[in-house]
């Protein structure tokens, strides 16, 4: 029997962890002994568990946790019980960052090495992605799975120009889409656009998270 989907606006949030793939090459070439099956597990990768951990808690309970890929956390939050509450989304990624850079703090503490992918363990950063659609929640191999054009831009704004163009490493990109939803005054960012040749102009407001 095919589970039924359920289709609803949600806000979209996607927080991803910069540097993680210059981190994991310089953890291969500096403990190639730890990348092979049966051996120890670098201590840095539980420092980039912890990451997660921490930022998924921050998040919570506003959103809830979709999927972990890799870097990032997919979450989701109810369109009616969000909408006209962008200033708390910003309260909410703002701690969440400090939060970030508190427990990268004490990883360093806890877990340091003399080696090149330790070394370069403080300039990890983080950012957010937030935009507003209609999702489609179905069940695949007993997981719940989201998927909807919402979904794929959301992704898709994960790969863009904004660090190179404005020098912000750790930011939230909330889409017009979102920001429109939530109330979010301009006066809380700049105005930003970015330009996609598969899903067009995406144009929104640029959060500085970092001091």
Same mark, same amino acid.
Not at 83 to 91: E, K, M, R
Not at 124 to 135: T, Y
Not at 157 to 163: E, H, V
């Given at each position: 029997?095919?589970? /039924? ?9 996607l927080? $991803? ?5 210059s981190?994991?090459?310089? *953890? ?8 092979? /099956?049966? #051996?120890? &597990?670098?201590? &840095?990768?539980?420092? +980039? ?5 921490? *930022? ?22 109810? $369109?009616?019980?969000l ?6 989304? +910003?309260?909410l990624v %703002? ?11 004490r ?8 080696? =090149? ?6 300039s ?8 507003? #659609?209609? &999702?489609i ?13 919402? +979904?794929? *831009?959301?992704? %898709? ?11 912000? %490493?750790? !930011?939230?990109? *909330?889409?017009?889409? &979102? ?10 960012? =700049?105005? !930003? +656009?970015? $330009? !996609?040749?598969?899903?067009g ?8 998270? =970092?001091?």
């Open positions: 029997m095919i589970a /039924p989907s359920t289709i609803e606006t949600s806000i979209l949030l927080a $991803d962890i910069s540097g993680y793939t981190f994991l090459e310089a *953890v291969q070439e500096a403990h190639p002994e730890m990348t092979q /099956p049966g #051996g120890s &597990a670098a201590p &840095a990768y539980q420092i +980039v568990s912890s990451l997660l951990e921490t *930022v998924m808690t921050h998040i919570a309970p506003s959103f809830s946790l979709l999927q972990v890929e890799g870097d990032a956390l997919f979450a989701r939050g109810p $369109d009616r019980q909408s006209g509450n962008g200033t708390a989304l +910003v309260t %703002r701690s969440a960052y400090q939060a970030f850079r508190q427990q990268l703090g990883g360093m503490d806890q877990f340091r090495h003399n080696c =090149q992918a330790c070394m370069i363990l403080p990890l950063d983080l950012k957010f992605i937030a935009h507003r #659609g209609i &999702a929640q179905h069940r695949i191999a007993g997981r719940d799975v989201l998927a909807g054009a919402a +979904v794929n *831009v959301a992704h %898709r704004l994960l790969k863009n120009s904004i660090s190179a163009r404005t020098g912000l %490493r750790a !930011y939230c990109f *909330v889409t017009d889409a &979102a920001a429109e939803s939530l109330g979010l005054a301009a006066i809380l960012g =700049q105005p !930003y +656009v970015e $330009d !996609y040749p598969d899903i102009r995406i144009s929104g407001l640029l959060i500085a998270l =970092q001091p």
